[in-house]
């Protein structure tokens, strides 16, 4: 009996879902998601494995203009991610009045390989005769082999993307054991899973300067639980200020809503410690960068 795998990766615009499109297509939550924009800084794989197939994502930064170090690692993290893939999907927000423009077409320039058009948010198209000039106008912008309408959010046509995904991947061994569902480790996760909580409950810049670094991932016995500590970097004292909020309440919040989705994801009571610190324009440091774990993959 025959097996296909392969490396897939999801690119396109902030917000045209591609982390929720990740999150569905592999059945965990790999990837955060947030109504902001450029959430998604890392290439993040998810693997998800099928009745003879292995489909091993990739997610990625929006393409969005480069501003400092920090965006031009997304740029160079985004753009990269058409290397060395057998099948490209350009996630297009459907819903939005954007249309194909150079700077999320210009990486399946060089791409040789076959690439799909995943209109998203579909469901949210009115009217829905709107649908038909829409998939023309992306039909005529590049040679995609397929152009499907989906929503990642409820999961209308997912089933078929995938089907047609595994379609076109090569005959090949699986690349991961039949039980893996990513390839970062699981402290990466753990700083996802806090970030996208601060991102959800602060507003303005303060998502944007914050970074999240593990200092110790634990299985304790006694009680059973996973001890973590970890340490929420940001550019400013005023951004300390408001992470921690009166009396630690901001705090206490993101960690008690971390901490409950970090319950779920690794099935076992999990005691989480974080502290804040200031690192000034660490966005603009490569140093710090490197540090923080962004680091180009290929």
Known sequence: MTHQSGF????????????????????????????RPQ????????IKNLPGAQVIFVDTPG???????????????????????????????????????????EPLRAYPGPAFCVLNKADRVRPKSRMLPLIETWRRSHSFAEIVPISALD?????????LIVRRLPEHPPFFPADATSDQPETFYVAEMIREKVFHLTHQEVPYAVAVRVEELTERESPACLYVRATVFVEQESQKGI????????????????????????????????????????????RALREFGFRLTS
């Open 8 to 35: 897939v990766s999801l690119i396109g615009r902030p917000n045209a879902g591609k982390s929720t499109l990740l999150n569905r297509l592999v059945g965990e939550k790999l990837s955060i998601v947030s109504p």
């Open 39 to 46: 959430t998604t800084r890392n290439r993040i794989t998810g």
């Open 63 to 105: 393409l969005y203009p480069a501003e400092g170090k920090l965006g031009d690692f997304m740029l160079k993290t985004a753009r990269r991610a058409v290397e060395d893939v057998d099948l490209v999907c350009l996630v297009v927000d459907a819903s939005a009045d954007d249309g194909p423009d150079a700077l999320v077409l």
């Open 155 to 163: 999961g209308t046509h997912c089933d078929r993307l995938r089907e």
């Open 243 to 286: 992470l921690i909020g009166k009396g630690g309440a901001m705090l206490k919040r993101i960690g008690t809503a971390a901490r409950r989705d970090l319950e779920s994801f690794f099935g076992i009571k999990v005691f989480l410690q974080s502290t804040v610190e200031v690192r000034r324009h660490w966005r603009r440091d490569e």
